[in-house]
């Protein structure tokens, strides 16, 4: 069974960056498309970010389109999510998965950003 651990989390000021780390267990992550999602506190889990397999193509959120940087590094498994100018509404807990998602979800890794 596939195993993802987030990382990276933590609390920031508005304007800050933070890099989040996926790691990721499974033959078959180099060929999979992964993305990042998050939930906030009474929302339901949203996308934020998917790159494919090769890396050569990514796509964003409105919301973070501009600000949020994703990327993979094969060899190690693992698959980052780089955040900056980070806003008060991008509060949430982010998750990894492989896009479009499964139903194994990580633990996550909390974000909070203060104003």
């Known amino acids: 069974q596939v195993q993802l651990v987030e990382s990276g989390g933590g609390l920031v000021q508005a304007g800050d960056s933070l890099t989040l780390s996926c790691a990721i267990s499974g033959r078959f992550f180099s060929t999979a498309t992964m993305g990042w999602f998050r939930q906030a506190p009474g929302n339901e889990r949203e996308f934020v970010a998917r790159i494919t397999w090769s890396g050569g193509d990514t796509d964003y959120a409105g919301s973070v389109k501009g600000r949020f940087s994703i990327s993979r590094d094969n060899a190690k498994n693992t698959v980052y999510l780089n955040m900056n100018s980070l806003k008060p509404e991008d509060t949430a807990v982010y998750y990894c998965?492989?896009?479009?998602?499964?139903?194994?979800w990580g633990q996550g890794t909390q974000v909070t950003v203060s104003s």
């Open positions: 998965n492989v896009y479009p998602p499964g139903n194994n």
